[in-house]
């Protein structure tokens, strides 16, 4: 059968939708390129290779099951994470025949990552509010922003306002075996951070995606010490620096917009919410 033919018209109505054919025991017999894409990157033959859970995967065979009998034509499934992108997943009847599957995935990583990164932000303001002490909170926060944007370490530090040292700080890492942010604590670290050409071009945000790119620098020389090639550090204070919120890696990253902004409002509610 020539699955092709009837997608092409299904493909113009379902923009920046990834369009795919499987048969009823869920084998993919056609993608579309932009679909065969995931399929090859995330090593899929079958779609139960996508249930990330026992409860996705009875949802498949149910859906599978009704749509080929002919009791529903349109089945929406659940959200599923592939790597860093979040899918919303949909079962539909094939025109031509019962013994096919249309499976349509659309991109909803925007719109899950600001869900995640809301309710991470609601947790901690309600543990705040509930007077719970700061070492509770961080315990409770810094794997969540670590787990949001696949860092290896999340740590928030703050800054003595007259000696301008590290005077206390939380973290918490993946490896426990690497060098750690806590090596840093009692360093000098205000005036590394207002003379950071990094900091005051970005306004607060100290951005490296890979370190051999400062060339001979005081950051270089603080993430070589650390054995991280890639950092984001969100800075808190006015006039002052105070401290910062930060992730870190020992790979090359990339960091997007999300993740970013969610550390852009970590650090402002570290700065209105906690005495550190």
């Known amino acids: 059968m020539m699955h092709g033919k009837f997608l092409e018209g ?7 939708i990834c369009v795919g054919v499987i048969d009823k025991d869920g084998n993919f017999v056609y993608e579309t390129p932009s679909f065969q894409n995931i399929v090859l990157d995330s090593n899929i033959d079958n779609i139960f290779d996508i249930a990330t859970t026992p409860k996705v995967s009875i949802l498949i065979q149910r859906a599978i099951q009704k749509i ?5 034509d349109y089945i929406k499934l659940d959200t599923i994470s592939l790597g860093r992108t979040s899918y919303d997943i949909r079962l539909l009847s094939h025109p031509e025949s019962r013994d096919f599957m249309i499976v349509t995935m659309y991109d909803v990583s925007d719109w899950a990552n600001e869900l995640y990164s809301t309710k991470l932000l609601l947790r901690m303001s309600e543990a705040v509010l509930r007077g719970e002490d700061i070492d509770t ?14 860092a290896e370490e999340a ?7 007259d000696s301008g040292t590290i005077s206390k700080m939380w973290k918490w ?3 426990i075996t690497r060098p750690s942010v806590d090596i840093l604590k009692g360093s000098r670290i205000k005036d590394f951070i207002k003379a950071s050409k990094l ?3 970005n306004k607060g945000l100290i951005y490296v995606k890979n370190r051999k790119d400062l060339g001979t620098s005081p950051e270089r020389e603080v993430m070589a010490k650390l054995n991280v090639k890639s950092a984001l550090v969100c800075t808190f204070g006015d006039e002052y620096c105070n401290g910062g919120v930060g992730i870190d890696s020992t790979e090359t990253r990339i960091w997007e917009g999300g993740i970013i902004e969610l550390l852009r409002r970590v650090a402002q509610m ?7």
Not at 68 to 72: G, I, K, T
């Open 10 to 16: 299904l493909i113009e109505e379902l923009e920046n």
């Open 68 to 72: 080929s009998s002919d009791q529903e």
């Open 137 to 150: 909170v961080m315990d409770k926060m810094l794997p969540d922003i670590c787990r949001f944007a696949q």
């Open 155 to 161: 740590y928030v530090f703050g800054i003595d306002k």
């Open 173 to 175: 890492a993946t490896d």
């Open 199 to 201: 900091n005051r071009r």
């Open 270 to 276: 570290c700065d209105h919410s906690i005495k550190i």
